[in-house]
């Protein structure tokens, strides 16, 4: 069930990135994971969308943050376990860098980059409040790969054990509890003005709408269509596979025709590629 605006929390997707929109929030809880280690944010970008190219799967990514430097931050929430944590880190990876080395550049250019997913569950099963991984040689320990990646996930399963008290806060946090913590009270702040504000408020109520509505119409569409196909086909493979061709292009469809009634409304390009996965360019072009 979708919950209201009024009952949104850190844990929730909309609220999570409209918290870290706000630079100092979001430096500072990266220097509480990375202890310290983060130069200031220059930029960040809410719901930054990799469409996709030559058929390959798209990625919209939560918070997409860029230091001084250079270096990418691409911060998720994670409230649901999809059981593919694992592999939509090695994807995400792939998909960042791809859009940022251009065409001919050479592969030192490839910034370092930081992928945290922040989690109300133990993906691993293990017990850590806190999981970091780096490219490790197997036959010596010791020796660790220069390729500029690191991979982190942090689980509010287990915010007791959690030793740094910054970070235990904010996992209890995540878990529903309120503390009196500086960080966390200034969060509370954050998130109060956001559900004071009329127009943040009209936004989620339009994402929600939209997403609800594309499920549903691309759902029915897709069904028809595939049952279509797969029953002119004949056989019980064929209509699988139309079936999924048809959802898929049914889904499709119902999103760009979405996308043109909003921009007929005058809704801003930014916020409708956010609500439908597609990028500014695919919105203008509609």
């Not at 080395?101 to 569950?121: A, K, V």
């Not at 279509?228 to 079936?243: F, K, L, P, R, Y």
Request: negative net charge; contains cysteine; aromatic residues 8%.
């Amino acid at each position: 069930m979708n919950k209201s605006f009024d009952d949104l929390s850190i844990v929730d997707d909309y609220m999570f990135y409209r918290v870290m929109e706000d630079t100092d929030i979001c430096r500072k809880l990266l220097n509480i994971v990375l202890r310290d280690k983060v130069e200031p944010i220059t930029e960040i970008e809410l719901q930054k969308t990799i469409a996709d190219g030559g058929g390959a799967k798209g990625v919209r990514f939560d918070v997409w943050a860029k230091s001084k430097s250079g270096t990418i931050y691409d911060v998720e929430m994670q409230a649901i376990n999809k059981k593919d944590l694992a592999k939509r880190i090695r994807y995400y990876q792939s998909a960042i860098d791809i859009s940022v080395l251009e065409r001919n550049q050479p592969y030192e250019n490839l910034p370092e980059l930081f992928i945290l997913f922040f989690c109300t569950f133990d993906y691993l099963n293990k017990g850590l409040p806190v999981y970091t991984f780096h490219t490790i040689c197997n036959e010596d320990k010791t020796i660790r790969l220069a390729d500029g990646i690191t991979k982190i996930m942090v689980n509010s399963k287990d915010a007791e054990k959690e030793v740094n008290p910054e970070l235990k806060a904010f996992l209890h946090y995540m878990n529903g509890k309120v503390s009196s913590d500086p960080f966390i009270q200034k969060i509370e702040q954050r998130i109060k003005g956001i559900k004071e504000n009329e127009t943040l408020r009209r936004e989620f109520m339009l994402i929600n709408n939209f997403e609800r509505d594309a499920r549903n119409d691309g759902w029915i569409a897709g069904m028809q269509q595939g049952l279509q196909q797969g029953m002119q086909q004949g056989m019980q493979q064929g209509m699988q596979q139309g079936m999924q061709q048809g959802m898929q292009q049914g889904m499709q469809q119902g999103i760009l025709q979405t996308a043109a009634t909003f921009k007929k409304m005058g809704i801003p390009i930014t916020t409708i590629a956010q609500g439908t996965g597609l990028s500014v360019e695919e919105v203008e072009k509609i």
